[in-house]
């Protein structure tokens, strides 16, 4: 049987780094893209699969679409996309870097690479595209605006490629990933609970791609935080 290709977007660290070390170990091609390859060449070294390597940064528009096609091209093709690439930090003084470097990457970057893949998908006529979106995408945030927004954004942009998806009538398949606090470079401030390890994460992320799921919360007991986020009242909120 063909063995299955897939590419993560962000493998240098974190969740993307645990989901090509799954992917690999569950006899897939992985292709591994981040801004910084010398932690890619360590992770390659230990992959028991074939894999490739890219250096790829979706902050900077013009290279990353023509690396990102490159790579496609160089693993022959590819069938599920992952783009765990992602940026954000506290922000209480709205310093504009912080929040155009949030918006460069989890808004102007996810879409590049989103909407390359899905027309990829789309001449194939199949294919998983997966998406690193938040729980945080559901609400507001006073200590990071942009990068709530930008993760709303990335929710709803999967949502709507899952419509023109549907609309194809080709098996391609759109997965939304929300996950609560995680163990990575990126979780910052006090009142963490439910910290998953990057493993943990990555398993279950791992999990809901292979049900095709449409949603899923990361761990799963999100879905009661998610829940009660969706239903507080403004004036409960705004006091949280």
Same mark, same amino acid.
């Given at each position: 049987?063909?063995?299955?290709?897939?590419?993560?977007?962000?493998?240098?660290?974190?969740?993307?780094?645990?989901?090509?070390?799954?992917?690999?170990?569950?006899?897939?091609? /992985?292709?591994?893209?981040?801004?910084?390859?010398?932690?890619?060449?360590?992770?390659?070294?230990?992959?028991?699969?074939?894999?490739?390597?890219?250096?790829?940064?979706?902050?900077?528009?013009?290279?990353?679409?023509?690396?990102?096609?490159?790579?496609?091209?160089?693993?022959?093709? /590819?069938? &599920?996309?992952?783009?765990?690439?992602?940026?954000?930090?506290?922000?209480? &003084?709205?310093?504009?870097?912080?929040?155009?470097?949030?918006?460069?990457?989890?808004?102007?970057?996810?879409?590049?690479?989103?909407?390359?893949?899905?027309?990829?998908?789309?001449?194939?006529?199949?294919?998983?595209?997966?998406?690193?979106?938040?729980?945080?995408?559901?609400?507001?945030?006073?200590?990071?605006?942009?990068?709530?927004?930008?993760?709303?954004?990335?929710?709803?942009?999967?949502?709507?490629?899952?419509?023109?998806? /549907?609309?194809?009538?080709?098996?391609?398949?759109?997965?939304?990933?929300?996950?609560?606090?995680?163990?990575?470079?990126?979780?910052?401030?006090?009142?963490?609970?439910?910290?998953?390890?990057?493993?943990?994460?990555?398993?279950?992320?791992?999990?809901?791609?292979?049900?095709?799921?449409?949603?899923?919360?990361?761990?799963?007991?999100?879905?009661?935080?998610?829940?009660?986020?969706?239903?507080?009242?403004?004036? &409960?909120?705004?006091?949280?």
């Amino acid at each position: 049987m063909e063995q299955l290709k897939a590419i993560v977007m962000g493998a240098s660290s974190g969740m993307g780094k645990e989901l090509a070390r799954i992917l690999s170990n569950n006899n897939y091609i /992985v292709g591994l893209a981040a801004r910084r390859i010398n932690l890619l060449e360590e992770l390659q070294k230990e992959l028991p699969g074939k894999s490739y390597i890219k250096q790829i940064d979706i902050s900077r528009f013009a290279d990353a679409e023509k690396e990102f096609c490159d790579l496609i091209a160089e693993m022959g093709g /590819v069938d &599920l996309v992952i783009i765990s690439s992602g940026y954000g930090d506290i922000n209480p &003084l709205l310093q504009w870097d912080i929040e155009k470097e949030t918006i460069d990457v989890n808004v102007s970057g996810f879409t590049l690479i989103a909407s390359i893949a899905f027309q990829y998908f789309l001449e194939k006529g199949s294919g998983h595209l997966a998406g690193i979106s938040s729980v945080a995408a559901l609400r507001g945030n006073r200590s990071d605006p942009a990068y709530s927004a930008s993760k709303a954004y990335v929710s709803n942009y999967l949502e709507g490629l899952r419509q023109r998806a /549907v609309r194809s009538k080709k098996p391609i398949y759109i997965t939304d990933i929300m996950p609560g606090f995680v163990k990575t470079a990126m979780s910052k401030g006090g009142n963490l609970f439910w910290l998953a390890t990057a493993k943990e994460a990555a398993e279950q992320i791992f999990d809901a791609i292979r049900g095709k799921k449409k949603l899923a919360y990361i761990t799963r007991r999100w879905r009661l935080i998610a829940w009660i986020m969706k239903v507080a009242p403004d004036w &409960l909120y705004s006091r949280i």
